[in-house]
């Protein structure tokens, strides 16, 4: 199937438009009607074959995430996210493989209303890279860099599930339905990062584990942190699991591929961040507080402290 009829098949006669979109895919550009009042967010996000998913991941679960990704980026900015484009890089033109992944993919664009307004597809290993852009009220993003010394950590959903699913998938063991769905198909809290915007004194989302996504609020604010690991917010399958609780705990910290949202709140903001989050039915906890130190300090139950091993995945390390 020659490049042209890929991209008019799966992409172009898939995509929805919005009232943001001039031109979209099938010229030499996209053309954008920028939002009168509000800032822009851009943010891009690459998924490489055996880096980011294992090689056997379903075509459909590809596609999600690939967006999935930078939905949470955006969630983490407060923004609205509007439209994308998208840099497929493909071994062959597999049409089983392309209509799964176009399905992930466009499930989650028309539920959170982006339009594919353009991208390149080319053949080599299999990489895809989306990039999505949105607005946010001028000056109202969520940065890393605002967090004040008093301040409540907060994180929504639980941690270490995905990173769960990981390890057993990596010991050949059986993956519980939901730690799978959680790594496979994480919902994005977008609506969780724009309740935020004018509340929140800094967010980020957890994409590298709670230790280094809130290591860079720290470092970002000139700030530091404790934590208290009780408080951690551990799925009910993840603290059944006849495990030792330093293991769950490391799986929160250091595992990553959570797409929650963590975020800090002064005292006077926190009960109506808490309203808000619970009105819209996204969980949230509060693990600890904002210090004026420079460190990230993790307390165990016992009053001890906790190094994790890592601070999570990083490329050429
Ligand atoms: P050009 O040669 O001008 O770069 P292309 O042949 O790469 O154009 O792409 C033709 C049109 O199809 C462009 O509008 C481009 O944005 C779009 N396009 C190409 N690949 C994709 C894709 N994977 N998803 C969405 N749009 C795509
Ligand atoms: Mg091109």
Redesign the pocket.
Request: aromatic residues 6%.
């Given at each position: 199937m020659p490049e042209f009829d890929i991209?008019q098949r799966y992409?172009?006669q898939k995509s929805r438009h919005n009232n943001m979109v001039r031109t979209g895919?099938?010229?030499?550009a996209?053309v954008l009607i920028p939002p009168v009042d509000d800032d822009m967010v851009v943010a891009v996000d690459t998924l490489v074959n055996g880096v980011h998913f294992p090689t056997n991941t379903a075509a459909f679960d590809i596609g999600y995430k690939a967006l999935a990704v930078n939905l949470s980026d955006l969630a983490a900015m407060g923004a609205v996210p509007r439209w994308m484009t998208?840099a497929?890089t493909l071994p062959q033109a597999d049409e089983a493989w392309l209509e799964g992944f176009s399905n992930g993919l466009f499930s989650l664009a028309d539920e959170f209303d982006v339009c594919?307004v353009?991208?390149?597809?080319t053949q080599g290993p299999l990489t895809i890279s989306v990039q999505l852009g949105g607005s946010v009220k001028q000056g109202k993003a969520l940065l890393r860099s605002g967090a004040q010394p008093g301040d409540h950590i907060l994180v929504t959903g639980n941690l270490g599930d995905a990173a769960r699913a990981i390890q057993l998938l990596e010991q050949k063991q059986p993956v519980q339905e939901t730690y799978l769905l959680k790594l496979n198909r994480p919902l994005p809290r977008v609506a969780a990062g724009q309740a935020l915007t004018g509340l929140a004194n800094a967010c980020i989302d957890i994409s590298d584990g709670l230790y280094a996504d809130l290591s860079h609020i720290t470092a970002a604010s000139g700030v530091g942190a404790e934590v208290e690991l009780g408080a951690l917010p551990l799925s009910v399958e993840l603290q059944e699991e006849d495990l030792p609780l330093e293991d769950k705990y490391r799986l929160a910290l250091s595992g990553g591929d959570d797409y929650e949202l963590c975020f800090t709140v002064s005292d006077r903001q926190l009960e109506t961040v808490q309203h808000k989050l619970n009105s819209l039915g996204v969980a949230c906890s509060k693990i600890g507080r904002i210090s004026e130190t420079s460190a990230v300090v993790f307390r165990t139950p016992q009053g001890g402290e906790m190094t994790p091993d890592g601070l999570g995945y990083q490329h050429f390390s």
């Amino acid at each position: 199937m020659p490049e042209f009829d890929i991209i008019q098949r799966y992409f172009q006669q898939k995509s929805r438009h919005n009232n943001m979109v001039r031109t979209g895919i099938g010229d030499d550009a996209a053309v954008l009607i920028p939002p009168v009042d509000d800032d822009m967010v851009v943010a891009v996000d690459t998924l490489v074959n055996g880096v980011h998913f294992p090689t056997n991941t379903a075509a459909f679960d590809i596609g999600y995430k690939a967006l999935a990704v930078n939905l949470s980026d955006l969630a983490a900015m407060g923004a609205v996210p509007r439209w994308m484009t998208l840099a497929l890089t493909l071994p062959q033109a597999d049409e089983a493989w392309l209509e799964g992944f176009s399905n992930g993919l466009f499930s989650l664009a028309d539920e959170f209303d982006v339009c594919l307004v353009g991208g390149d597809t080319t053949q080599g290993p299999l990489t895809i890279s989306v990039q999505l852009g949105g607005s946010v009220k001028q000056g109202k993003a969520l940065l890393r860099s605002g967090a004040q010394p008093g301040d409540h950590i907060l994180v929504t959903g639980n941690l270490g599930d995905a990173a769960r699913a990981i390890q057993l998938l990596e010991q050949k063991q059986p993956v519980q339905e939901t730690y799978l769905l959680k790594l496979n198909r994480p919902l994005p809290r977008v609506a969780a990062g724009q309740a935020l915007t004018g509340l929140a004194n800094a967010c980020i989302d957890i994409s590298d584990g709670l230790y280094a996504d809130l290591s860079h609020i720290t470092a970002a604010s000139g700030v530091g942190a404790e934590v208290e690991l009780g408080a951690l917010p551990l799925s009910v399958e993840l603290q059944e699991e006849d495990l030792p609780l330093e293991d769950k705990y490391r799986l929160a910290l250091s595992g990553g591929d959570d797409y929650e949202l963590c975020f800090t709140v002064s005292d006077r903001q926190l009960e109506t961040v808490q309203h808000k989050l619970n009105s819209l039915g996204v969980a949230c906890s509060k693990i600890g507080r904002i210090s004026e130190t420079s460190a990230v300090v993790f307390r165990t139950p016992q009053g001890g402290e906790m190094t994790p091993d890592g601070l999570g995945y990083q490329h050429f390390s």
